[in-house]
T-cell receptor, first 115, second 112 residues
Framework: GAGVSQSPSNKVTEKGKDVELRCDPI?????LYWYRQSLGQGLEFLIYFQGNSAPDKSGLPSDRFSAERTGGSVSTLTIQRTQQEDSAVYLC?????????????FGDGTRLSIL | GQQVMQIPQYQHVQEGEDFTTYCNSSTTLSNIQWYKQRPGGHPVFLIQLVKSGEVKKQKRLTFQFGEAKKNSSLHITATQTTDVGTYFC????????????FGKGTKLSVKP
């Protein structure tokens, strides 16, 4: 597609439920990034993928969070046993290559609300 | 972990006034990127600075990278209501890390 696509755009769920967020990067982009943004706050790095591998998982807040990427394209971020503090906008970004000189292209995010 | 300090956190200006946001690091940066996030939107890449002392301009926006590559600034001349949003710097310290470290952003509001 023309841009990074994320789904769903909004997700409301009850505490304790599992949720799965999807990111479809720009075609041809090998690097994919997940961030979390709480209301009015900056971007918190979660994880990035180079191809299908995730060299850096240091940003995942707890073992309830996991992510995978298959086929070097679509990625899913899964949050198990959701807690209210997980409420935030989850942003996905992709770049042509992994590296420190590549601009990142962001999707519109998934707004997650935990009741 | 490594962090980047961005100031101010908020800036309210009258339309036509100038605006500057600053990004500071305690260690040398490989490069720095600037992003703009409109209210309700997602961050959009503006520019990247790589060289020591580099200055780049985009219309009314001027971006500078310090000589020591530890700080950067974004200056907007004669702000317009369309400049409203949050401006983030994002840095990479080089090496094998692939992720950018984002500043907390400066939220700009412009009063017409």
């Amino acid at each position: 597609g023309a841009g990074v696509s994320q789904s769903p755009s909004n997700k409301v769920t009850e505490k304790g439920k599992d949720v799965e967020l999807r990111c479809d990067p720009i075609s041809g982009h090998t690097a994919l990034y997940w961030y979390r943004q709480s209301l009015g706050q900056g971007l918190e790095f979660l994880i990035y993928f180079q191809g299908n591998s995730a060299p850096d998982k240091s940003g995942l807040p707890s073992d309830r969070f996991s992510a995978e990427r298959t086929g070097g394209s679509v990625s899913t971020l899964t949050i198990q046993r959701t807690q209210q503090e997980d409420s935030a906008v989850y942003l996905c970004a992709s770049s042509f290559l992994q590296g420190d000189n590549q601009p990142q292209h962001f999707g519109d995010g998934t707004r997650l609300s935990i009741l | 972990g490594q962090q980047v300090m961005q100031i101010p956190q908020y800036q309210h200006v009258q339309e036509g006034e100038d605006f500057t946001t600053y990004c500071n690091s305690s260690t040398t940066l490989s490069n720095i990127q600037w992003y703009k996030q409109r209210p309700g939107g997602h961050p959009v890449f503006l520019i990247q600075l790589v060289k020591s002392g580099e200055v780049k301009k985009q219309k009314r926006l001027t971006f500078q990278f310090g000589e020591a590559k530890k700080n950067s600034s974004l200056h907007i001349t004669a702000t317009q209501t369309t400049d409203v949003g949050t401006y983030f710097c994002a840095v990479n310290y080089g090496g094998s890390q692939g992720n950018l470290i984002f500043g907390k952003g400066t939220k700009l509001s412009v009063k017409p």
